[in-house]
């Protein structure tokens, strides 16, 4: 290599190490709520350690580690996690609550992405009920209307910002998810805490959502600061061969 030549790698290379250091400096991520200049909103909560874990006090506490870094002389920074496939915004396969539908695999990955995806209602629910058949009732949602998510006074008392689970919250009753199969095209039923079943009625409202495999449950989800209304909803599971739930990323797109 010419004696130019090699000054000038040697400039470029001092140049990016003087470029990469002084960039640490100002690095700040964006952490966003809502994209596209108020189109796009995140509807998944974001995995913390405080999270709410069901029936415990602590939340889901570690679950990420990082047994390669660089730091420590690995080539690249490798992380790792361990939580329960029901953390957070996540989806119930038929295998949750059947065991004849867990052992003949209908796992997460057997999710029709159709109904996971397409024209969607977020829906406000009268704030002193569970949901039940009469409650269902009075939203009057019109046949045809697939994908539903139901906010809840859950999101008011903001339960999934709390670290302590919350027995108290609001869910289906039995008779309301009767009423929902029965009454109802609806094929999506999403819901602002960790279960859409009340906890009065939290395997008998799971059997009758799940009993036909038709309904797909997604739970968790992160239902503030979004105007009620039409949008299409976009909810993608990990394709988690096995498994009987998922964390979910799901975003709903104003129409
Ligand atoms: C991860 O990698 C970055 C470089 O990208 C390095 O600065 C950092 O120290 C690493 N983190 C840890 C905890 O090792
Ligand atoms: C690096 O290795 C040391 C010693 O094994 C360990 O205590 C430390 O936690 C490691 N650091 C990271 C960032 O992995
Ligand atoms: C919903 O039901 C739960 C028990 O399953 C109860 O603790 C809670 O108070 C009820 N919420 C409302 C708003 O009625």
Redesign the pocket.
Known sequence: MKRGALLSVLACAFAAVIWAANGDDNLVPPRREVYGNGRIFDISHRYQPEMPEWESNDGIGQFLW?PK????GSLA?NSEMKFPTHTGTHVDAPGHVFDHYFHAGFDVDTLDLDILNGPAMLVDVPRDSNITAQVMKSLNIPRGVIRVLFRTLNTDRRLMFQKEWDSSYVGFTADGAKWLVENTDIKLVGIDYLSVASYDYLIPSHLVFLKDREIILVEGLKLDDVPAGLYSVHCLPLRLAGAEGSPIRCILIKN
């Open positions: 990082l870094s660089m730091k420590n920074n």
